[in-house]
């Protein structure tokens, strides 16, 4: 309908209305009024649904959806308490600057290193169940959970890597658990690694980059926005969760695919909450505007063994951070760059088959940090 015809059926309108009232007042006979009235009815009919209708639909809509996600939000509530009851933590929780991070320790403390083990940006310890186990036979190796993410609890600062690794440090020396340490970190968790190794230098004796981030990374990826589209992403994901549509569609598959029964089930609890996928957005923003430059102004890495795994299998974007993994090789002069075919970024630490290679991996560059032969010797 054009504006011109809007006018004139409202002035058509507003002419039968004041004729009605006009017949009212007079006190014509009621089969005039009858006449206005079948006059109003047939004007309706060619119209269609009024304005007024339209807004009674969209409000009705409006409503349905309120009080679908209102009733996602309660069972989500409900399903979240259940989830907490079923899965209580498998560690300890360490006091760490006014918040409590959990570290579970397994193995027995003997001349080798211990292993840390630095989870993805939105991911927690249970990932690391097959490379944790397979190593806790040999040793003592720390899986554990960033502010906000698995059991622990939200710190109150930043969530940039360096804040991450000055964290870590306090919760091992909390908990005991002294050096010498390897470190693998996988995703995201590289920069934080990175970070741990820069501030304590003589603590660290070897380090595994499971393939992981380049602080650079979004810088090389326009679409990004520098990690903020992300991040969005990130909070979309919460908002969902929060409603309950991630529990309902189980989208966590691909990220957790292949993990033993009771971890699976532990990160799909995890990731149909709201809470770990809000502190990965904090934690790619902070990426941005922290946590690269923190990572590039640290020095080089010596001779510390080091190996890089990446994967053949790259859902996007696969020509540019294939270039990046073999950029962190360069940073020691003692490394080994491994490429895994068949793996994705999450199957490297999820599938047992791949999990064993990384396994593999943190065992040689323990041995060369043992023994003082090159890594690119072991394994």
Do not use: C
């Not at 809509?61 to 907490?84: F, N, P």
Request: net charge positive; aromatic share 6%.
């Amino acid at each position: 309908m054009t504006v011109g015809n809007h006018i004139s059926s409202f002035f058509l309108k507003l002419q039968v209305a004041t004729r009605a009232e006009a017949i009212a007042r007079r006190g014509r006979p009621a089969s005039a009024a009858a006449k206005i009235s079948q006059r109003r009815q047939a004007l309706r009919q060619r119209e269609g649904p009024t304005t007024m209708d339209a807004y009674r639909v969209a409000g009705v809509i409006v409503a349905a959806v309120v009080a679908s996600a209102g009733i996602g939000a309660l069972v989500q509530e409900v399903a979240s308490r259940r989830d907490r009851r079923r899965f209580p933590l498998p560690g300890e929780l360490v006091a760490v600057d006014g918040h409590r991070l959990h570290l579970m320790v397994q193995g027995q403390q003997t001349a080798a290193p211990t292993v840390v083990l630095e989870a993805g940006m939105a991911s927690m310890s249970s990932n690391w169940a097959w490379v944790r186990d397979e190593l806790a036979r040999d040793g003592r190796v720390v899986s554990y959970d960033r502010a906000g993410l698995g059991w622990s609890e939200p710190g109150g600062g930043s969530m940039d890597a360096a804040t991450s690794a000055a964290e870590l440090h306090a919760a091992l020396e909390a908990a005991g658990v002294g050096p010498p340490y390897v470190l693998a970190g996988h995703s995201y968790g590289g920069l934080v690694v990175r970070m741990f190794t820069d501030r304590h230098p003589d603590e660290v004796v070897g380090m595994v980059l499971v393939d992981a981030s380049h602080p650079d990374q979004w810088t090389h990826i326009r679409a990004s926005l520098n990690g903020r589209t992300v991040a969005l992403g990130n909070r979309v994901t919460a908002l969902l969760a929060r409603v309950g549509v991630l529990r309902l569609l189980h989208a966590e598959r691909p990220f957790i695919a292949g993990l033993p029964d009771r971890e699976y089930a532990e990160m799909r609890a995890y990731l149909a909450r709201p809470q770990g996928w809000s502190a990965g957005a904090d934690g790619l923003l902070a990426w941005g505007r922290q946590s690269r430059d923190q990572v590039n102004g640290t020095r080089t890495l010596g001779n510390l063994p080091l190996v890089v795994l990446s994967v053949t299998e790259q859902d996007r974007y696969a020509e540019v951070l294939t270039r990046l993994q073999a950029d962190l090789a360069t940073l020691s002069s003692n490394s080994r760059h491994v490429t895994v075919a068949g793996a994705t970024h999450y199957t490297l630490v999820s599938e047992q088959g791949f999990a064993a290679v990384v396994s593999d991996a943190i065992r040689a560059v323990a041995a060369a940090a043992q023994s003082g032969r090159p890594v690119r010797q072991l394994g």
